[in-house]
């Protein structure tokens, strides 16, 4: 008798099984949500890697470099967007707090965005790097965010793929900033291709590991 009541405890969904199970408008919420996130993530990815090229190349380098800040500002919105509609997860997940840190984030870095595309001379260096740090750790709080999704719907097994893109996130993006701080201090001489060297692997890791996270919101038939 014992054994069967366990049994059927054991059968008993989870919240977050049986979130999944009824595919609701919040889950449809949250998977939009991610596609954005990963089509603006994209985007900036880009735009950093059109920027590294035409360091070696002078072919169409005026229409480019107009196209490249745009493609980062989309990117950078998207990702916003992405973000605000990953809102929508259940409070059980004790995201909110980490989804609203990432969105102060991003919007950090497209105010920088848009201030040097703009008129870089408006931004003084140590507020550029102050927004830009904000950016990159929004995409940390974002990626400690799939975490937490990962865990509710009970897929420990693909926490350790996030723990990755955290540990590159911080080693890329904010060694790329480290970079940025070191040589606007002037200890040493760093060519700013070098930074953008850097930060290209940190965007590169985030689509190659949130397909993971988007394949296991598939709902449980």
């Given at each position: 008798?014992?054994?069967?009541?366990t049994k059927?405890?054991?059968?008993?969904?989870?919240?977050g099984a049986q979130?999944?199970?009824?595919?609701?408008?919040?889950?449809?919420?949250?998977?939009?949500g991610?596609?954005?996130?990963?089509s603006?993530?994209i985007?900036?990815?880009f735009?950093?890697?059109?920027?590294?090229?035409?360091?070696?190349?002078?072919?169409m380098?005026?229409v480019v470099m107009?196209?490249?800040p745009?493609?980062?500002?989309?990117?950078?919105l998207l990702?916003?967007?992405?973000?605000i509609?990953c809102l929508?997860v259940p409070?059980?997940v004790?995201?909110?707090?980490?989804l609203?840190?990432a969105?102060v984030?991003?919007s950090?870095?497209i105010?920088?965005?848009g201030?040097?595309?703009?008129?870089?001379?408006?931004?003084p260096?140590?507020v550029?790097?102050?927004l830009?740090?904000?950016?990159?750790?929004?995409?940390?709080l974002?990626a400690?965010?799939?975490?937490?999704?990962l865990?509710y719907?009970g897929?420990?097994?693909?926490t350790g793929k996030?723990?990755f893109l955290?540990l590159?996130?911080v080693l890329?993006?904010?060694?790329?900033?480290?970079m940025e701080?070191v040589?606007?201090?002037?200890?040493v001489?760093i060519?700013?291709?070098?930074?953008?060297?850097v930060m290209l692997?940190?965007f590169?890791?985030?689509p190659?590991?949130?397909?993971s996270?988007k394949?296991?919101?598939?709902p449980?038939n």
């Amino acid at each position: 008798m014992a054994l069967e009541e366990t049994k059927q405890i054991d059968e008993v969904p989870t919240s977050g099984a049986q979130w999944l199970r009824e595919d609701s408008r919040s889950l449809q919420q949250t998977k939009r949500g991610l596609n954005l996130f990963l089509s603006g993530i994209i985007f900036v990815f880009f735009a950093v890697l059109g920027v590294l090229y035409f360091q070696y190349t002078t072919d169409m380098l005026s229409v480019v470099m107009t196209a490249l800040p745009v493609m980062g500002m989309t990117g950078n919105l998207l990702m916003l967007a992405g973000v605000i509609f990953c809102l929508a997860v259940p409070d059980e997940v004790g995201a909110r707090g980490l989804l609203i840190g990432a969105a102060v984030g991003i919007s950090a870095n497209i105010i920088f965005s848009g201030m040097i595309d703009y008129n870089p001379n408006l931004l003084p260096m140590p507020v550029a790097l102050f927004l830009k740090l904000a950016g990159y750790i929004g995409l940390i709080l974002f990626a400690l965010f799939q975490r937490r999704l990962l865990l509710y719907i009970g897929r420990p097994d693909q926490t350790g793929k996030v723990t990755f893109l955290i540990l590159t996130t911080v080693l890329f993006l904010l060694g790329s900033w480290g970079m940025e701080l070191v040589a606007y201090l002037e200890l040493v001489e760093i060519a700013s291709m070098t930074i953008y060297a850097v930060m290209l692997p940190g965007f590169f890791t985030y689509p190659c590991f949130m397909g993971s996270l988007k394949r296991a919101l598939v709902p449980v038939n």
